[in-house]
């Protein structure tokens, strides 16, 4: 009777095992357990609904819980040193922004935390919407150039932080312009940036397009312009940078996927599929269109090949900007 009962136990306990993925049947490798999504922002914002819907997605591909955990400061160094001191497993993976290149290519003030991480695979990207105060009274770029030059102004913008994209495309628009940008950066990103806007404390703001057109609808900011090769899916009415006359504004912001140095090619190529999967789901990609990003993805040595292309660009534009 005993034997009958034990046999039967075995046979549930191999039933329950094989309904699970093969790596969590001998919990080896990636996935083996909950996984967490660390964010370089806070919560709210474009980038973190980015982040929520990728966590979703991934979850269904992996089969465990995926959590997002945002660590916002440092323009991404601090979410970055996170994770680079995470065991090398893929179970903490960081979804970083470009910002991480700019820091490696222009500052000496904060750490360069690439050489730390290995690179998995972007997977959006997007232009950045710029936005100003109504209260200006203009309408397109040259408007708020002729203005800044007539009544003398100093325009102060909002971004994610020192050394971000957003902040280096406000320096380089002000110098072709030939009016002065004063960046103001903010811990909390977009968010906190719209309600200086809407406080009057700043003029404008660099931030993503989806978020800003439900502001712009409400009559809150007037979005101007938006970075990038091409105008945004969510504001097709409004201008890319390139096409109102200034130039190297061209280049998108993206959200990459990294992972603690040291983790196997095994695991990071397993994590690589599994967030491809997640992406291309029509639930994901609507969220992430909702947003104004689109899904953008490469593997970890296309993507490995564009950061060191894009360094070597900011590298070479460096000397057109302000990091202040």
Do not use: C
């Amino acid at each position: 009777m005993l034997g009958k009962v034990l046999a039967g136990l075995m046979l549930a306990a191999g039933l329950a095992g094989a309904a699970l993925p093969a790596s969590a049947q001998d919990n080896k490798g990636f996935p083996s357990r909950r996984v967490t999504l660390v964010v370089p922002i806070g919560a709210g914002g474009g980038g973190d609904a980015v982040a929520r819907a990728i966590a979703d997605g991934l979850a269904k591909q992996i089969g465990y819980p995926v959590i997002v955990e945002n660590k916002p400061g440092g323009n991404g160094v601090l979410a970055a040193m996170a994770v680079a001191s995470s065991p090398p497993d893929a179970h903490t993976v960081l979804l970083g922004f470009s910002g991480l290149v700019q820091n490696a290519a222009l500052r000496k003030d904060v750490k360069d935390v690439l050489p730390f991480l290995e690179p998995v695979g972007q997977v959006v990207s997007s232009g950045f919407a710029f936005a100003v105060s109504p209260s200006l009274h203009v309408s397109t770029l040259g408007e708020l150039v002729a203005k800044a030059k007539a009544e003398h102004l100093e325009i102060n913008y909002g971004t994610n932080g020192v050394g971000s994209l957003q902040h280096l495309h406000g320096q380089i628009f002000g110098k072709q312009a030939g009016i002065t940008m004063v960046h103001v950066p903010f811990k909390g990103g977009e968010v906190e940036s719209i309600a200086a806007i809407m406080a009057g404390t700043t003029q404008a703001a660099f931030g993503s397009p989806g978020v800003f057109k439900g502001f712009q609808d409400s009559g809150k900011v007037k979005v101007l312009a938006v970075s990038g090769l091409k105008r945004s899916p969510s504001l097709p009415e409004v201008p890319t940078f390139a096409e109102a006359g200034y130039k190297n504004l061209d280049m998108v912001g993206w959200v990459g996927a990294f992972v603690s140095k040291g983790t196997p090619d095994a695991d990071i190529a397993r994590l690589d599929d599994a967030l491809r999967r997640a992406v291309q789901t029509a639930a994901v990609r609507e969220r992430i269109g909702v947003v104004g990003m689109v899904v953008d993805v490469n593997d970890p040595a296309d993507f490995k090949r564009q950061i060191g292309s894009e360094i070597s660009r900011w590298t070479a534009l460096g000397a057109d900007v302000r990091l202040d």
